[in-house]
């Protein structure tokens, strides 16, 4: 082998291990960076977990999520009168609706209302 190509062979072996202790480093940097992460992930759940616990002990309600505040719409008076109004005819109809299914369901279809004659299919003359 001739002497340039093992000289070569030697520099680039040397920064090689000069790159190596430093790789060592910072993979072991990362390495305690997840397990502190991984650390406070489970006490902050445990934390949750005790709140909730300690919630359902006192009967406060379940909060859930943060609920993000609504946003206010932009309208106009006018806009803001016409949208009521449709807001009301829409319930009004559905209130309405939902008065005629249950009065449809109280009634009972199979039995004939007192009084009344049982329906006898027209297409046979004897009626059976």
Do not use: C, F, Y
């Not at 650390?39 to 309600?61: D, E, I, M, P, V």
């Not at 449709?86 to 309405?96: D, I, P």
């Amino acid at each position: 082998m001739k002497r340039k190509d093992l000289q070569k062979k030697i520099r680039r072996l040397e920064k090689r291990l000069q790159e190596g202790p430093k790789k060592l480093a910072k993979l072991k940097q990362k390495l305690h960076a997840a397990e502190t992460a991984k650390a406070a992930k489970t006490k902050k759940k445990a934390a949750a977990r005790a709140a909730a616990k300690l919630s359902k002990q006192t009967g406060a309600k379940k909060s859930g999520a943060v609920k993000k505040p609504k946003k206010k719409l932009n309208l106009s008076p006018e806009r803001r009168a016409q949208l009521a109004a449709a807001m009301k005819a829409r319930w009004a109809a559905k209130r309405a609706a939902e008065a005629n299914t249950k009065a449809a369901s109280g009634d009972n279809q199979h039995s004939a209302p007192p009084g009344s004659q049982p329906h006898r299919p027209e297409n046979r003359p004897d009626g059976v």
